[in-house]
């Protein structure tokens, strides 16, 4: 089965905002609202950011924000800090037979 | 708050099974579907497969016919196993709570810290 499509990188520098874009097709990021986003920092387990595409769990910084639009779900994080340097990982319910697909990780460099 | 554990081999031999065991500790097992996701060095996530409480399962379909998920209530803890294994199979296995109470929201709440598994004779 095919991945979801991230970009493999972006940058910013403190205190700017930056979009990462989560590709899909109608069969998953189009058809169901369970759209989830996780970060991960070198050697951790992942942290849930972002789940059923704009809901955040509770103690997750209101910083990080998630919308989606057609085929494609984004993750934005806005007043970028040191601590935001990460992998970020997309994640979609992809229906019966596929059930749940990630992303590949895009790697977030705050400059 | 949900605390989760692998246990298990950190090497098996090729065409060998991988076995590992998760241990759910702070809530309990019953009402949630819990699973594994794994994450070769260097790559990214894939999601193997979860299981209801109740038993229900399901897999990624790419493994469907070398994996087996099952779950003990008894003892708050579920189960891998991962038969016929390749070198391709070496990754650090997270076992994780779907958030969804009694239905699949497939989204991930609760990770364990992940456990190594190398496959190499």
């Known amino acids: 089965q095919s991945a979801l499509t991230q970009p493999a990188s972006v940058s910013g520098s403190p205190g700017q905002s930056i979009t990462i874009s989560c590709s899909g097709t109608?069969?998953?990021?189009?058809?169901?609202?369970?759209v989830s986003w996780y970060q991960q920092h070198p050697g951790k387990a992942p942290k849930l950011m972002i789940y059923?595409?704009?809901k955040r769990p509770p103690g997750v910084s209101n910083r990080f924000s998630g919308s989606g639009s057609g085929n494609t779900a984004s993750l934005t994080i806005s007043g970028l800090q040191p601590e935001d340097e990460a992998e970020y990982y997309c994640?979609?319910?992809?229906?019966?037979?596929?059930?749940?697909?990630f992303g590949g990780g895009t790697k977030l460099a705050v400059l | 708050q949900v605390q989760l554990q692998e246990s298990g081999p950190g090497l098996v031999k090729p065409s060998e099974t991988l076995s590992l065991t998760c241990s759910v500790s702070?809530?309990?097992?019953?009402?949630?579907?819990w699973g594994w996701i794994r994450q070769p060095p260097g790559k990214g996530l894939e999601w193997i497969g979860y299981?209801?409480?109740?038993?229900?399962?399901n897999s990624n379909p790419s493994l469907q016919s070398r994996v087996t998920i099952s779950v003990d209530p008894s003892k708050n803890q579920f189960s891998l196993k991962l038969r016929s294994v390749t070198a391709a199979d070496t990754a650090v296995y997270y076992c994780?709570?779907?958030?969804?109470?009694?239905?699949?929201?497939?989204?991930?709440?609760?990770w364990g810290q992940g456990t190594l598994v190398s496959v190499s004779s």
């Open positions: 109608s069969t998953d990021v189009g058809t169901y609202n369970l």
């Open positions: 702070g809530g309990s097992i019953s009402n949630y579907y």
């Open positions: 059923e595409v704009t």
């Open positions: 994640c979609s319910y992809a229906g019966s037979n596929l059930h749940v697909l």
């Open positions: 994780v709570r779907d958030g969804g109470y009694s239905s699949s929201s497939s989204y991930f709440d609760f």
């Open positions: 299981i209801y409480s109740s038993g229900i399962t």
